[in-house]
């Protein structure tokens, strides 16, 4: 195989992962944010990004699981968040500070902070509302 090719399978393989992360303006909606508290219930800690879990009630008392997106395991870890702050707070009530899915059905959102059930509050996201992604 000549140097151009592997070069170029090198440069392919090396791009695949940028196209497929997302921006945030696809998914979600910087104008539609809010606090959100519920029963912490899951967290996937893995790359490209962390996803925990909250059991929200509606105005009707119903229960939903919504999904939150937070930064890569590598800045939460930067910001001295661990994998065991989540584990410490599940079952216990907890609020997030996110903005809204674009998809109304999908209770999703993109979260910029999350308050521990102990009143610490850590970043766990980028300041959506503000622009500072």
Same mark, same amino acid.
């Given at each position: 195989?000549?140097?151009?090719?592997? !070069?170029?399978?090198?440069?392919?393989?090396?791009?695949?992962?940028?196209?497929?992360?997302?921006? #945030?303006?696809?998914?979600?909606?910087?104008?539609?944010?809010?606090?959100?508290?519920g029963t912490l219930?899951?967290?996937?800690? %893995?790359?490209?990004?962390?996803?925990?879990?909250?059991?929200?009630?509606?105005?009707?008392? $119903?229960?939903?699981s919504w999904s #939150?997106?937070?930064?890569?395991?590598?800045?939460?870890?930067?910001?001295?968040?661990?994998? $065991?702050? #989540? !584990?410490?707070?599940?079952?216990?009530?907890?609020?997030?500070?996110?903005?809204?899915?674009?998809?109304?059905?999908?209770?999703?959102?993109?979260? %910029?902070?999350?308050?521990?059930a102990d009143g610490?509050?850590?970043?766990?996201?980028?300041?959506? %509302?503000?622009? $500072?992604?």
């Amino acid at each position: 195989m000549s140097l151009r090719n592997i !070069l170029l399978i090198g440069v392919l393989l090396g791009a695949a992962p940028a196209f497929a992360h997302h921006t #945030f303006s696809v998914e979600y909606d910087a104008s539609k944010c809010s606090d959100m508290t519920g029963t912490l219930t899951k967290v996937d800690w %893995e790359n490209p990004h962390v996803y925990f879990y909250v059991d929200l009630k509606d105005s009707d008392n $119903q229960v939903s699981s919504w999904s #939150f997106e937070a930064v890569s395991v590598a800045f939460l870890k930067r910001s001295g968040i661990q994998k $065991q702050d #989540f !584990l410490d707070n599940m079952g216990k009530v907890v609020t997030v500070r996110a903005c809204l899915g674009k998809s109304a059905s999908a209770k999703r959102a993109a979260a %910029e902070t999350l308050k521990m059930a102990d009143g610490r509050t850590v970043r766990v996201g980028s300041d959506y %509302e503000h622009g $500072q992604n």
